[in-house]
């Protein structure tokens, strides 16, 4: 079954730490970007991190710049989100998503969300 | 700065059409976009890519009732023959110099 499956969530102080991980079954994880998407309650998606198959490229959103690495391990199938310095602002439901890197019919760059795992909680208080 | 602006609600009854629009910001307008659903507490569900020229490519096993077009700017997402299962959320996402951008989100209510 192609599937993504988030872990690691849970409750932390703020300004602790979390590392969140995303295991892919089903697909040639290799062959895509993966990017983390967080939702906090009741709040819309937001974009946190890209990285691409070799890692050669990582973008971050900016809120998140500085406090959160992303990697990625292709034989073990997995991708990561090491969490620091975190704030009550970070209390979401995580998720992973594969992405589709294209040109379109324009001949612009895209990258897009294919499949999405089922998330993972991260609170954030003391 | 590239923006996505959709109508926060939408409502429609069983068995209708309605159509969802998102618009991109003043000098994006041949960007393709990404439709997602999430259902009450789900996780999203890819719904379709859209280009420019309104061609579009649908995630799998979404049924023939969803369909893309575009016009200028604008992108839009038609759900025809409403059922109860597609109440929920609809986000447009799209992409801009390592920047992944979403939309506000449409609520749509089926009556």
């Known amino acids: 079954e192609v599937q993504l499956v988030e872990s690691g969530g849970g409750l932390v102080k703020p300004g602790g730490s979390l590392r969140l991980s995303c295991a892919a079954s089903g697909f040639t994880f290799s062959d895509y970007s993966m990017d983390w998407v967080r939702q906090a309650p009741g709040k819309g998606l937001e974009w946190v991190s890209s990285?691409?198959?070799?890692?050669?490229?990582?973008y971050y959103a900016d809120s998140v710049k500085g406090r959160m690495t992303v990697s990625r391990d292709n034989a073990e199938k997995s991708l990561y989100l090491q969490m620091n310095s975190l704030r009550a602002e970070d209390t979401a439901v995580y998720y992973c998503?594969?992405?589709?890197?294209?040109?379109?019919?324009?001949?612009?760059?895209?990258?897009?969300?294919?499949?999405w795992g089922q998330g993972t909680l991260v609170i954030v208080s003391s | 700065q590239l923006v996505l602006t959709q109508s926060p609600s939408a409502s429609a009854s069983l068995g209708d059409s309605v159509r969802l629009t998102c618009t991109l910001s003043?000098?994006?307008?041949?960007?393709?976009i990404a439709w997602h659903q999430q259902q009450p507490e789900k996780g999203p569900r890819y719904l379709m890519n859209l280009n420019s020229d309104g061609s579009h490519n649908k995630g799998d096993g979404i049924p023939d009732r969803f369909s893309g077009s575009s016009s200028g700017a604008e992108r839009y997402l038609t759900i025809s023959s409403l059922q109860s299962e597609d109440e929920s959320d609809y986000y447009c996402?799209?992409?801009?110099?390592?920047?992944?951008?979403f939309g506000g989100g449409t609520k749509l209510t089926v009556l």
């Open positions: 996402q799209t992409w801009d110099t390592g920047v992944v951008v």
């Open positions: 998503a594969r992405a589709v890197d294209y040109y379109d019919t324009s001949g612009d760059y895209n990258h897009y969300f294919d499949l």
């Open positions: 003043s000098g994006h307008s041949r960007y393709a």
């Open positions: 990285i691409s198959v070799s890692r050669t490229y990582i």
